[in-house]
């Protein structure tokens, strides 16, 4: 199949735990470089981390994390976590800040968040690193970049 030459090696094979081991040890042996395994269970995903795989996918916690999020912060459309501790998230303008500018909402020094990017959502248009003169407005989203910590103290801010 060419794993040693491949970008990247993508194991999935159902919910029984023999396949999955054999099958991500052969692409190991074989000389697959990055191996991405999807989890059955956390022993399951210690014995993947073992055997050298990079990332380890647990769909079901991550679907069950997402929905979650988005029931308990409604007006989040995407969440991206980053890293344990960073995340992205795209959410529409908090009523709060409708008519601000960007320097009068102060996002950066109100919650430790960065706004890295505003789209219009009638044009279509992105706004990447939006300067502090920009007025938000009901069209608009915001893409922002934080501490998870920090984000979530957002989810309290209308």
Do not use: C
């Not at 399951?44 to 990332?55: N, T, Y």
């Not at 960065?114 to 939006?130: A, E």
Request: charged letters at 25%; zero cysteines; proline letters at 5%.
């Amino acid at each position: 199949m060419g794993l040693a030459e491949a970008d990247a090696v993508f194991v999935s094979l159902g919910e029984d735990l023999a396949p999955s081991l054999l099958a991500t040890l052969h692409a190991k042996e074989v000389g697959a470089q990055r191996i991405i395994a999807k989890g059955l269970t956390v022993a399951h995903g210690r014995i993947l981390e073992a055997l050298g795989v990079e990332r380890i996918v647990f769909p079901e916690i991550e679907i069950a994390r997402s929905v979650a999020d988005q029931m308990t912060w409604p007006n989040v459309l995407d969440y991206v976590p980053i890293d344990p501790e960073h995340s992205v998230v795209e959410m529409t303008v908090p009523d709060s800040i409708m008519g601000e500018t960007l320097l009068e909402a102060d996002l950066r020094k109100r919650f430790n968040i960065w706004v890295i990017g505003v789209k219009d959502v009638l044009t279509g248009k992105f706004h990447m690193l939006p300067g502090p003169d920009l007025r938000f407005n009901d069209n608009q989203l915001l893409v922002l970049m934080g501490k998870k910590d920090d984000l979530n103290r957002l989810r309290e801010f209308k």
